[in-house]
């Protein structure tokens, strides 16, 4: 079993950048998908982006350019390098677990991103 705990969350104006950071703890941390979602009031959650095993990366087209994922398997942590934020990007952001294999996952708690001057 996999428990993620996300971090980095805060107030920023438009135009800032954010990390959001990860941690993994239990099974072999390197085999699994990660990924970052997003939830804003009143919307359906949606993807960010994710990163497999191998590097690979997947952005949302609103994202794309200004958000970063990347992980780091020695420290068994996901980040989310997130710049010229826009008010838009407002969301509870979560992070999210997937074995490539055996589909199973696992959610963080989340962490709140607040965009506004």
């Known amino acids: 079993q996999v428990q993620l705990v996300e971090s980095g969350g805060g107030l920023v104006q438009p135009g800032g950048s954010l990390r959001l950071s990860c941690a993994a703890s239990g099974s072999i941390f390197s085999l699994f998908v990660m990924g970052w979602y997003r939830q804003a009031p009143g919307k359906q959650r949606e993807l960010v982006a994710t990163i497999t095993s191998a590097g690979t990366t997947n952005y949302a087209d609103s994202v794309k350019g200004r958000f970063t994922i990347s992980r780091d398997n020695a420290k068994r942590t996901t980040y989310l390098q997130m710049n010229s934020l826009k008010p838009e990007d407002t969301a509870v952001y979560y992070c999210?677990?997937?074995?490539?294999?055996?589909?199973?996952?696992?959610w963080g708690q989340g962490t709140q991103v607040t965009v506004s001057s």
């Open positions: 999210k677990v997937v074995h490539p294999t055996t589909n199973y996952d696992s």
